[in-house]
């Protein structure tokens, strides 16, 4: 995600401010910029690229200052841009501000702001941010009342570093739902996102709460709330880690984190599209793509992107009623594809630029026919091709085994679906509402699956030598076996298979014996008795078996290993039962001592065929 970094010091910033920057790199971004204040006037630089870029338009325009803020953007509204990168200022330039979030209501306050004369400069939810300040100080209010005033007005998540040309020596930072701390250090105080930023100056830290504002000189931090303005105390801390640490947020790997975090990812998916307190699905850009007598979906994948499409095939054609094709991107492109007229093709990609999916894209597009995204890389080389692009919002990913996309993916793809079922009149209010209910619970049931580890430990610890696995599933959990094998395969360099259930009997039964353990996902379903049954048939030949299931009574009896979900729809459940696959691999990864972040001979994005 974005990156922020800010210093009220006594000696120049600029530098300091870079280097805060490029100890935030590891977040991924794609653009960024630092302004100072000097001589009353603010001073800014931003460019697109990586800091380097920022660094040679600093060579070329130099600033100081002994008060700044530096931003590394990782976009969500409006393409990577010189515009868009922040800093971003009010129309008369007095204050300047960094943002990391997404304002839910940025679309109303802008309108508002524009009909009060302000002109926008560029394409961001943050600008309306600096517009309001502004808009806030005209009318005589104080700088720090101004920021408070205008934060009340906002909705979403933010995190925020304000600066004022007419009070120079001050920063006023604001966290809410937004990660953002503050740096004690001697004669200078820091404003970051993240530690790591100014983790070489101070290992003193106070970490702002959601609603509260502080407001940063060289010599003092003062607190308060942004609801009443209230005076806070607050203690700071002393941080051990070390910069590397800092930057995985103390997990040993990247892939950890990235599990991790994948309960708040669902909450941004979801926040991105509902309203605060309100039932409405606003999806305006998919009523505006996708007419109601849409009669297929192809979609276009590779790797886990794939898995996350064969069950998006299941979601959509439950939900909406759409018939929905699921291609291997590097297959579709080298066939005859039927793309009717009332179709479309949806390419989903964690990156944006796997060169097979594009490729693919682009065919459907010399077609003439319509063509969609669900890209978590906003302005990547798909998005730029396709009509429609939904984002995942899941931030980067920086661990070559994709998690927390192929959350992010599926999670974007039950709105699509609830929205074209809702446009073709196929859902009723008492399914919809049954649909939210499942979707909202999903956050808080995934935080106690990723609660569970010991368990998965254990199955690391007893199976990690063995050399194959087969991994089975049925119906919308077939695609999560076939994922819970990639995963495995990839990272521990285990062979894996995954198959649908159903087909164990015509063929991979023959490879069962004590040495070759299923793990078999079998949540309450349709066809939960079909799928005991091939367990009993593993048994029968001396398998191991491994359990993912919220019906934990129904294998006691067969096998001590058992991983417990919460109850859930079968329809919902994928989110629920893959996180165990994706734990499961990656401790077993850690056991055989293998290089999980990195694995052998694989890439983050396969830009070529
Ligand atoms: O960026 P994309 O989603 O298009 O990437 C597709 C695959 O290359 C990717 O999912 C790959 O399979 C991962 N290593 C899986 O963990």
């Not at 934060?151 to 995190?159: F, M, P, Q, R, T």
């Not at 302005?379 to 009509?387: L, N």
């Not at 734990?583 to 999980?596: E, K, M, N, P, V």
Request: glycine share 8%; with cysteine; net charge negative.
């Amino acid at each position: 995600m974005c990156g922020i970094v800010g210093i009220v010091s006594s000696r120049d910033v600029v530098g300091v401010l870079v280097n805060g920057l490029k100890m935030l790199e590891y977040r991924g971004y794609d653009s960024a910029g630092i302004a100072a204040v000097n001589g009353g006037e603010i001073l800014i630089e931003r460019n697109i690229g990586k800091i380097a870029n920022l660094e040679d338009l600093l060579a070329k325009h130099p600033i100081s200052g002994n008060t700044g803020i530096a931003h590394t953007r990782w976009a969500t509204h409006g393409v990577p841009s010189v515009n868009n990168a922040h800093p971003h200022t009010d129309q008369s330039s007095v204050v300047c501000l960094v943002h990391n979030g997404i304002i839910e209501n940025y679309q109303v306050l802008k309108d508002k702001l524009i009909a009060e004369g302000i002109a926008f400069q560029s394409e961001t939810d943050t600008e309306v941010i600096s517009q309001l300040i502004g808009f806030y100080l005209k009318n005589g209010t104080g700088f720090e009342e101004a920021v408070r005033q205008a934060c009340c007005d906002l909705e979403g998540s933010y995190a925020l570093a304000v600066l004022s040309k007419n009070e120079t020596g001050k920063i006023v930072a604001v966290r809410n739902q937004t990660p953002l701390c503050i740096g004690l250090g001697k004669d200078e105080n820091f404003v970051a996102s993240d530690i790591t930023a100014f983790l070489e100056h101070t290992k003193e830290v106070i970490y702002l709460n959601d609603g509260e504002i502080a407001v940063v000189t060289r010599d003092d931090v003062k607190f308060r709330t942004v609801k009443d303005g209230n005076e806070l105390d607050k203690q700071a801390v002393h941080i051990s880690w070390d910069v590397e640490e800092a930057q995985k947020a103390g997990y040993p790997h990247y892939m950890l984190k990235e599990i991790n975090q994948q309960p708040l990812i669902l909450v941004d998916v979801l926040r991105g599209r509902f309203r605060v307190g309100e039932d409405e699905l606003e999806m305006p850009d998919v009523e505006e793509f996708v007419t109601p007598d849409i009669d297929h979906i192809n979609i276009v994948a590779c790797g886990t992107s794939w898995h996350a499409s064969l069950v998006g095939k299941f979601i959509i054609e439950a939900i909406a009623r759409v018939h929905v094709s699921v291609d291997y991107a590097s297959e579709f492109r080298y066939r005859s594809p039927m793309v009717d007229d009332n179709s479309i093709t949806l390419a989903i990609t964690q990156s944006g630029e796997t060169a097979d999916t594009l490729a693919a894209v682009r065919m459907v597009q010399d077609l003439g026919r319509k063509t969609m995204s669900i890209c978590n890389v906003v302005g990547s080389s798909i998005t730029r091709h396709c009509g429609l692009n939904l984002y995942t919002q899941a931030g980067p990913e920086i661990s070559v085994a994709s998690t927390k996309a192929f959350t992010s993916q599926l999670a974007t793809i039950y709105l699509l679906a609830i929205k074209i079922g809702i446009m073709r009149g196929v859902l009723d209010d008492s399914l919809f509402q049954h649909y939210l209910r499942e979707l909202r619970a999903l956050p808080r049931k995934l935080t106690s699956v990723l609660e569970n580890v010991e368990e998965l430990k254990r199955w690391a610890k007893y199976f990690q030598k063995k050399q194959n696995f087969l991994f089975l599933g049925r119906g919308v959990n077939y695609p999560v076996a076939l994922e819970g094998a990639l995963k495995l395969k990839e990272i521990s360099y285990i062979h894996a298979e995954g198959y649908p259930a159903g087909e164990m009997k015509h063929g991979p039964i023959a490879l069962i014996d004590d040495e070759f353990p299923t793990v078999i996902v079998a949540p309450a379903s349709a066809t939960f008795d079909k799928v005991k049954a091939n367990l009993e048939e593993i048994l029968a030949r001396d398998g191991d078996v491994l359990v993912i299931t919220n019906q934990p009574d129904e294998f006691r009896r067969y096998t001590p290993f058992i991983f417990t979900i919460p109850e859930v729809d079968e329809l919902f459940s994928p989110i629920l039962t893959t996180a165990p696959l994706q734990l499961f691999a990656y401790y077993t990864a850690l056991r055989r001592g293998c290089h999980i972040d990195q694995p052998r001979n694989l890439a983050k994005s396969v830009v070529v065929e």
